[in-house]
């Protein structure tokens, strides 16, 4: 007898369980949109919602079912997330209202984001311009690969100055806002440190300051407490502790320049 109270609890409490009120065409499978999104090559639009959601309701019955929504939209991956049901979704993303919405590359760069109900006008607007962020990135990451590629061949090569030709290619890439990218440059850069330490004394005067750091950072990993380059200090500064390097260096036992 208790087993069947029990069972018929259940039964009734799901009953009541309330979702939030889903677009027709939208995927409510986060994992399996990325991994649309990865084969198609398009970008991601997700969804940020709750089934207690007023303004989400109305989203959903009439801003997203509008024609020219759904035609902007109608070549991209699209997810719609429930907060309640995926809190550790939302918490990635840093979800603290919704109706949410968040454009991602397909690296999963984030190129857009509107928090609040939106009219017809203001969203397609917005869909507009982060679909075309979202393109651009995708652009800017296959041209990070091709580079990347190049500075493998350089690394490769046996010719005059390839390695500082390497270097100054990734230099560029140590600036990207991809991740990925940046990281794959710092594993490159460490090859060249141990190899021709010099060839990254220019990174530490760039005018960029992620390059600086990641160029710091290397060196700091190859030589210990002994780099002392701050590369947050004043042009001057580092200027005269480059050159205190570069001499340094080519007074080290066994050292020698490779190109």
Known sequence: ????????????????????????????????????????????????????CEPCRLMSRITLTDPDVKQAISDIERVAVDIDEHPDIASNYNITAVPTFVMLSTAQNEAGRITSDQTTDDLLQWLTNSISGAKADAIQRALSKENLGDVDQ?????????????????????????????????????????????????????PRLATRIQVANVLHYKFGDLFDVDPWSDTVTREKKILAWSEQLAKMPGYKASN
């Open 154 to 206: 350089l690394l490769a090569s046996k010719k005059t100055n390839s390695i500082h030709e390497a270097a100054v290619k990734l230099f560029d890439l140590c600036d990207e806002r991809d991740a990925a990218v940046v990281q794959a440059a710092a594993d490159r850069l460490k090859t060249i440190a141990n190899r021709d330490p010099s060839a990254l004394l220019v990174g530490l005067d760039d």
């Open 1 to 52: 007898m208790k087993l069947f109270l029990a069972i018929l609890f259940f039964t009734v409490t799901s009953a009541w369980v309330v979702r939030a009120e889903i677009p027709a065409g939208w995927s409510t499978n986060y994992d399996a949109t990325m991994s649309a999104s990865e084969s198609s090559h398009q970008p991601v639009l997700v969804y940020f919602t709750a089934s207690w």
